[in-house]
């Protein structure tokens, strides 16, 4: 009964054991409080956005070309002989006030000349004087014997007068070009210049027609800067988009001496033909007194240009990382957080960015980075980067 006994006392335990152990589990799991089922939002794809600003836009076009004197002319002798004289400044890199004195020719021969062309008028109007007297008496003694006719011209010595007439004309024709090639014998700068090459010194015999040096104006530069023909309605080209003698106001930039300089120019022309390759359009900008200031903007420069052109009103200027496509950009609306494909109307594309002239609504935000996938309408989370700065 012993063994009974305990196995009978084991059971109870056991069962003692298990029922405590339930008794907890449901005492445990009553005590609990019941958690809700939690729904997980699907997340939202986030976009880079920049406010668009609207207001007054001018329009700013910017190129690029080579800095050209505005004149350029070989220097050549009219008369011939040995250069007595050369200035110290005519040399490649030397500089003239106009008129100033650039070199002289030997002038005894063109003296002499004017001598003997001044003593051949002397001549012709004595010669002229005697035949003038010699008609005067011939009519006079004519008249005594008739005096109701008129001389007849061989009379009157007509040919001999006219023809000495003729020669004091043509001596005194002499006598001006001798003084003209007396003159010069004297070279003088043309307009202030610069020199750009020059072959003659003191010493050497020059011939007529012979270039001596090539020399440049100092009064004005010109930058010749191919355009796209549809970006000249934006600024006046005189004799081109308007009748107006001046035209739109330009800023030129140019590395001189080791610095970033700038220089104020116009817009003056356009060139004859547009170019039959490109289609381009050369617009013609000149800079006044390009040596005005050290370092100067001199010829064969590389120089950038931006021309202040129409101002247009109510548009805004976006980055040109909001295009997609030529005239497309996703504009979120910031209040909803929904985003929107538009097509817009883009006026031009510069440095500032893309100038839109209609398309957008004012308080939207256009998106500068890439989405996958997009739909019209679709819910964004939208990162203003302008505020970023800020924060």
Request: aromatic share 6%; glycine share 8%; with cysteine.
């Amino acid at each position: 009964m012993t063994g009974k006994i305990r196995i009978i006392v084991h059971a109870l335990l056991a069962l003692a054991v298990v029922g405590i152990g339930l008794a907890g589990f449901y005492l445990l799991k009553s005590s609990r409080e019941a958690l809700g089922r939690q729904e997980q939002e699907p997340s939202l794809p986030i976009v880079r956005t920049v406010p668009v600003e609207f207001g007054n836009v001018d329009m700013k076009l910017a190129g690029e070309g080579t800095v050209r004197p505005v004149a350029e002319t070989r220097i050549v002798p009219q008369v011939g002989g040995r250069v007595i004289y050369a200035s110290e400044n005519l040399v490649n890199g030397g500089s003239f006030k106009k008129g100033e004195l650039m070199l002289a020719i030997e002038p005894d021969d063109y003296e002499i000349a004017v001598t003997l062309a001044r003593a051949g008028l002397r001549d012709a109007e004595s010669n002229y004087q005697t035949a003038l007297q010699e008609s005067l008496a011939s009519v006079s003694e004519w008249k005594s014997l008739h005096p109701d006719k008129e001389p007849p011209p061989l009379v009157a010595r007509k040919p001999q007068l006219e023809a000495a007439r003729a020669s004091v004309e043509a001596q005194k024709a002499n006598l001006e070009k001798a003084r003209l090639n007396l003159k010069r014998t004297k070279i003088n700068a043309p307009f202030d210049c610069r020199v750009s090459s020059e072959q003659v010194d003191e010493g050497q015999y020059v011939s007529p027609g012979q270039g001596l040096a090539t020399l440049y104006s100092t009064k004005a530069a010109e930058i010749v800067v191919p355009m796209e023909s549809g970006d000249l309605y934006w600024f006046d080209v005189p004799g081109f988009t308007t009748e107006k003698k001046r035209g739109s106001p330009v800023r030129v930039f140019a590395d001189a001496a080791g610095g970033r300089r700038t220089w104020k120019g116009e817009v003056v022309r356009t060139k004859g033909k547009i170019d039959e390759k490109t289609r381009m359009v050369d617009i013609v900008i000149r800079v006044p007194d390009p040596f005005g200031k050290k370092p100067p903007l001199a010829p064969g420069q590389f120089a950038e240009v931006q021309i202040s052109g129409r101002s247009i009103s109510d548009a805004a200027v976006i980055p040109r990382a909001a295009l997609r496509g030529e005239n497309t950009v996703w504009a979120v609306n910031p209040e909803t957080g929904r985003l929107y494909i538009r097509t817009v109307d883009i006026a031009h594309l510069d440095s500032r960015g893309a100038v839109v002239k209609s398309g957008l609504k004012p308080g939207e935000q256009v998106a500068v980075s890439v989405l996958k996938a997009v739909t019209d309408g679709m819910k964004v989370k939208h990162v203003d980067i302008s505020r970023e700065g800020d924060s």
